[in-house]
């Protein structure tokens, strides 16, 4: 079967993390169960983890799906393109629809979401679906800027806190960074032996 014609899902990409050495099988067992009960999307779970750095991630899902990576910091979301997709479902997946021509409708994905969700969008649309990655962090940051107004302030994860690193993983340091740097230059300290540093 070629790259392009894998089913999206969180079991594929579970499955090359571990094959790669990316993350601990244990760990994705955890993060796969705890997606699974409605806590939050899997890829959500982890960067939220810091089990690995959210570019990485959306990385490896282009080279297991043969799909584009396209930021969201990186382009002009057309706010037509959202028209008649719930508030709620972009929420809940952490999904952008960034454009739409005719009967097609170009959607940012945080990273990965299941085929299941996309065909859902695509029923309830009646619009043909183009996929592309995008990254955790900045699906999130973006529709907690936008769509902030849609609910209360407790029902989104708030992106800009950071969060603890487990196992002194470098790849979380840089995503840190990088949400610091968007969020004012507020630096978290630095893990390990480097903290002790003057």
């Known amino acids: 079967m070629s790259k392009s014609n894998q089913r999206l899902e969180y079991g594929r990409l579970a499955e090359v993390l571990a094959e790669r050495g990316l993350v601990e099988p244990q760990a994705l067992r955890e993060a796969l169960q705890?997606?699974?009960?409605?806590?939050m999307p899997f890829p959500e779970a982890l960067v939220t983890a810091n089990l690995i750095a959210d570019w990485e991630l959306s990385r490896v899902v282009c080279?297991?799906?043969?799909?584009?990576?396209?930021?969201?910091?990186?382009?002009?979301?057309?706010?037509?393109?959202?028209?008649?997709?719930?508030?709620?479902?972009?929420?809940?997946?952490?999904?952008?629809?960034?454009?739409?021509?005719?009967?097609?409708?170009?959607?940012?994905m945080p990273a990965l979401v299941p085929a299941e969700v996309l065909g859902l969008l695509a029923a309830e649309t009646d619009l043909f679906i183009i996929p592309v990655v995008g990254t955790v962090r900045s699906n999130r940051k973006w529709l907690e800027s936008n769509l902030r107004s849609a609910?209360?302030?407790?029902?989104?994860?708030?992106?800009?806190q950071p969060q603890e690193l487990h196992g002194g993983e470098w790849s979380s340091i840089f995503d840190q960074g990088d949400a610091a740097v968007q969020s004012g230059m507020q630096f978290p300290p630095l893990p390990g032996p480097l903290s002790n540093q003057g």
Do not use: H, W
Not at 151 to 160: D, E, F, R
């Open 63 to 108: 080279e297991i799906y043969n799909l584009p990576f396209l930021t969201i910091d990186s382009i002009e979301v057309d706010a037509k393109a959202r028209a008649g997709i719930s508030e709620q479902f972009m929420l809940e997946n952490a999904l952008i629809p960034i454009g739409r021509f005719g009967q097609v409708l170009t959607i940012c």
């Open 34 to 39: 705890f997606s699974t009960q409605g806590n």
């Open 151 to 160: 609910l209360p302030a407790s029902a989104l994860p708030s992106s800009s």
